[in-house]
T-cell receptor, first 112, second 112 residues
Framework: DAKTTQPPSMDCAEGRAANLPCNHS???????VYWYRQIHSQGPQYIIH???NNETNEMASLIITEDRKSSTLILPHATLRDTAVYYC?????????????FGPGTSLSVIP | GAGVSQSPSNKVTEKGKDVELRCDPI?????LYWYRQSLGQGLEFLIY????????KSGLPSDRFSAERTGGSVSTLTIQRTQQEDSAVYLC??????????FGPGTRLTVL
């Protein structure tokens, strides 16, 4: 079973920041938080990941709470092309095992 | 470089027939995953291959489903005696050393 919970849907005005929350209250110390998104009719696309520290790349920022029980994906200036389903997952990356389970995700609609 | 490829892109079959879906992962990627996505649903984990280890088949929905990964590269997902509820998009992903997953475009299977 997926170990994360996300709101099923969100709206965001074009040009504004989109803040997508994720709860992972049972996360263990060696599990990473990953974010992917899936634009309609395409395969999922990697966005960002982190362990403890906040992370930023050209696509987004990831804010992880100090207790690591929740995180927020931030798209700083949402565009219409950011309309997609966003998946938050936790991964336990042992040396020989990396089973990745996706939850239902959050459907983000960017509104003109 | 080439990404993950899948073939065929679309497959229409009659109930009761067997189908084979193929995945060519990114060269050198050690991990390979199969997922299924029914219309409007999230990604359902099916099976995971890691190097030469025995695959994790815990997500396969029935014994009609099987998968192989030959030579640590190409993978084939076989569905025997297809049923209408098998209709879905079948997605393959690969990753290197437990890094980000790269997804293929998927195979859309329709069972009539």
């Amino acid at each position: 079973d997926a170990k994360t919970t996300q709101p099923p849907s969100m709206d965001c005005a074009e040009g504004r920041a989109a803040n997508l929350p994720c709860n992972h209250s049972t996360i263990s110390g060696n599990e990473y938080v990953y974010w992917y998104r899936q634009i309609h009719s395409q395969g999922p696309q990697y966005i960002i990941h982190g362990l403890k520290n906040n992370e930023t790349n050209e696509m987004a920022s990831l804010i992880i709470t100090e207790d690591r029980k929740s995180s927020t994906l931030i798209l700083p200036h949402a565009t219409l092309r950011d309309t997609a389903v966003y998946y938050c997952i936790v991964r336990l990356m042992k040396t020989s095992y990396d089973k990745v389970i996706f939850g239902p995700g959050t459907s983000l609609s960017v509104i003109p | 470089g080439a990404g993950v490829s899948q073939s065929p892109s679309n497959k229409v079959t009659e109930k009761g027939k067997d189908v084979e879906l193929r995945c060519d992962p990114i060269s050198g990627h050690t991990a390979l995953y199969w997922y299924r996505q029914s219309l409007g649903q999230g990604l359902e984990f099916l099976i995971y291959f890691q190097g030469n280890s025995a695959p994790d088949k815990s997500g396969l929905p029935s014994d009609r489903f099987s998968a192989e990964r030959t030579g640590g590269s190409v993978s084939t997902l076989t569905i025997q005696r297809t049923q209408q509820e098998d209709s879905a998009v079948y997605l393959c992903a690969s990753s290197l050393n437990r890094g980000e997953q790269f997804f293929g475009p998927g195979t859309r299977l329709t069972v009539l």
